[in-house]
């Protein structure tokens, strides 16, 4: 399954963005994808998933409210719509499907990243 992020730049706080992972077999081979991102100099943060088949969400407490994640099964494109953007919403973001063998608890809003993109850096000022 390959990824690719798009969609990220530089906001200032109080703006917008909307992130994609375009990844045009992962309705047919991954039971959800999900959103990651990390800062310098933290740990990976699970932030939002989406089970591809239900369209069931989950969010991090971090972003809850404020971030939608969805999905367009026929562009094969998730996406992560990011509201109301604070500083520390500073990261590299990145997308992950899991690989489909099992299926995944996505509570906590974790998606078992077994496939990654290659990430694509939010900035808030």
């Known amino acids: 399954v390959q990824l690719v992020e798009s969609g990220g730049g530089s906001v200032q706080a109080g703006g917008s963005l909307r992130l994609s992972c375009a990844a045009p077999?992962?309705?047919?081979?991954?039971?959800?994808v999900g959103w990651f991102r990390q800062a310098l100099g933290k740990e990976r943060e699970a932030i939002a998933a989406?089970?591809?088949?239900?369209?069931?969400?989950f969010y991090a407490d971090s972003v809850k409210g404020r971030f939608t994640i969805s999905q367009d099964h026929d562009k094969g494109t998730v996406y992560l719509q990011m509201n109301s953007l604070k500083p520390n919403d500073t990261a590299m973001y990145y997308c992950?499907?899991?690989?489909?063998?099992?299926?995944?608890?996505?509570?906590?809003?974790?998606?078992?990243?077994?496939?990654w993109g290659q990430g694509t850096q939010v900035t808030v000022s």
């Open positions: 992950a499907a899991d690989r489909g063998d099992r299926i995944p608890d996505l509570s906590g809003a974790y998606c078992p990243p077994d496939y």
């Open positions: 077999q992962y309705t047919y081979t991954s039971y959800c």
């Open positions: 989406i089970y591809t088949g239900a369209g069931t969400t």
